[in-house]
């Protein structure tokens, strides 16, 4: 096991078998070992920074049904809401103000006018903040949407492919949604121009060991500047309300597979991961995450963006909250870098 991660972190790959070996036969001894060895490849392209990312949820309307997924189409007992262009510029407003020079703007999978109308929005952010960066995550658009985006001035979008197999990702989704038209959305964002993220939820129903090895090797044929792994956390309103949550060691492990075979990688220690555990924010960060997104939405419309059960929000997982995360990644041996932080070598990010 000891040389197989001193392998992974030499040649930045592994083969099918030695990743099926790494992902069923890491006892604690060697998770720590591989953790460390990732946190100091981190370092070394990032020393002790960690970026942070004001997160933005822009609104929970949804035509997708996705089965794991609390804002799913399907679900009736959550109270809808669409901020508005207004309330978007407020809470750039204060990101801008407290220090944040990334804005994500995340939300349900919404209708063309909304496009529309997100369009005006990015035009408005890039003429007020000509110095931050803009991240989408809007889900699945056609090409020429994705353009209009990036030609609006956003420069980076987030799009996990959730699974790179077929029957699994059946088993996640309707019929109506398709895998190929997932990664046909990252091959037109990555062509486009954008810093790409992708990447799994941990644990989500289904996903066997194999899905793991398929998505490893995906991703590190896609070389996405962003990856995003966070554990699979059930919520009470889906079909998956009874199954159990992804594991916290297999996310860690999982984080620092990742770190090793993309070094210089934008990867966040999800909030996900901070609603698993309430020192999940420092587990994934010692496991070689770089990122943190305190969320910058309006406190009155956080509790209605819940993709899961408990989702946290609140102390240091929220933008007002800097000061107790910039504490507490301290307590670590990390410090807060407010830049707005682009995938090493970007050039001319404006
Ligand atoms: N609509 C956009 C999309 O599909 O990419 C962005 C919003 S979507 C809610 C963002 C991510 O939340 C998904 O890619 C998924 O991995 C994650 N997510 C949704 N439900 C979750 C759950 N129950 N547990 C953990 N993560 C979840």
Same mark, same amino acid.
């Given at each position: 096991?000891? /040389? ?6 030499r ?12 992902l ?6 060697h ?11 981190? !370092?070394t ?7 942070i ?11 997708? @049904? ?8 399907s679900?009736?007992?959550?109270? #809808?809401?669409?901020? @508005?262009?207004?309330d978007i ?16 703007? !995340? ?23 000509? /110095? ?5 995550s ?17 420069? #980076? ?8 197999n ?5 088993m ?15 091959? @037109? ?7 790409t ?14 899905h ?8 590190? /044929?896609?070389?996405?500047q ?10 009470? @309103?889906?079909?998956?309300?009874? #199954? ?6 297999q ?18 220690s ?10 999940g ?7 070689g995450?770089?990122v ?9 419309? #956080? ?8 989702k ?5 997982e ?16 990390y ?6 932080g /682009? ?8």
């Amino acid at each position: 096991m000891r /040389d197989l991660i001193e392998r992974l972190y030499r040649e930045q790959t592994l083969p099918p078998d030695k990743l099926r070996t790494l992902l069923t036969c890491c006892d604690d001894e060697h998770l720590s070992l591989i953790r460390q060895k990732a946190c100091e490849v981190a !370092q070394t392209h990032f020393g002790n920074s960690i970026y942070i990312r004001g997160l933005i949820e822009i609104g929970n309307c949804c035509r997708n @049904d996705c089965y794991y997924c609390g804002i799913r189409c399907s679900n009736r007992a959550i109270e #809808r809401y669409r901020l @508005d262009k207004e309330d978007i510029l407020a809470c750039c407003r204060e990101g801008y103000a407290l220090g944040f020079r990334t804005f994500v703007m !995340q939300g349900g999978e919404d209708s063309r006018s909304h496009d529309e109308q997100m369009i005006d929005i990015i035009t408005t952010i890039r003429q007020h903040y000509p /110095d931050v960066a803009i991240t989408l995550s809007l889900g699945e658009k056609d090409t020429a949407t994705y353009r209009r985006f990036y030609e609006a001035g956003a420069n #980076r979008y987030l799009l996990r492919h959730e699974t790179h197999n077929e029957q699994h990702y059946r088993m996640l989704h309707p019929e109506k949604m398709s895998l190929s038209n997932r990664l046909r959305c990252l091959n @037109d964002l990555k062509d486009i121009g954008f810093q790409t993220g992708t990447g799994i939820m941990v644990g989500s129903p289904g996903q066997t060991i194999d899905h793991l090895i398929e998505d490893i090797l995906f991703i590190g /044929d896609f070389r996405p500047q962003m990856i995003g792994i966070g554990p699979f956390l059930p919520h009470h @309103d889906t079909p998956f309300a009874d #199954r159990p949550t992804g594991s916290l060691k297999q996310t860690l492990l999982l984080l620092a597979i990742f770190r090793l075979m993309h070094p210089k990688a934008l990867i966040p220690s999800t909030t996900a991961l901070a609603t698993l555990v309430p020192d999940g924010r420092e587990l994934g960060i010692l496991s070689g995450a770089n990122v943190v997104m305190p969320n910058l939405s309006p406190s009155q419309q #956080r509790h209605k963006y819940a993709l899961y059960d408990n989702k946290a929000s609140m102390g240091a997982e929220a933008a007002e909250g800097l000061k107790l995360l910039e504490e507490r990644m301290k307590a670590i041996g990390y410090i807060i870098d407010k830049s707005r932080g /682009d995938y090493p070598g970007t050039s001319d990010p404006l």
